[in-house]
């Protein structure tokens, strides 16, 4: 019987470190999210994208950021000349 009494409190602390580490990681993201981050591969992929159209010499400037549940990402590009 004594294992079982021993078994309540080892339970109850997994859980309590299952808990905090949820809450921590999505703490962590809320954060994230409350400051408009954006992941850097998406950043790199967007201006990849940007550049490889036509009529555009360089990418100067990409931002992005959370609207909502939607991005809105705004460029500021250098077209080719003439």
Do not use: N
Request: net charge neutral; no cysteine.
């Amino acid at each position: 019987m004594s294992r079982w009494q021993q078994a309540d409190p080892v339970i109850g602390l997994v859980i309590t470190v299952t808990i905090l580490g949820v809450l921590r990681t999505t703490a962590r993201q809320v954060g994230a999210r409350l400051m408009d981050a954006v992941d850097p591969q998406v950043v790199e992929r967007a201006t990849a994208a940007v550049a490889a159209v036509d009529g555009v010499q360089s990418v100067d400037e990409m931002r992005i950021r959370w609207i909502g549940h939607t991005l809105r990402a705004e460029a500021t590009v250098t077209p080719t000349q003439t």
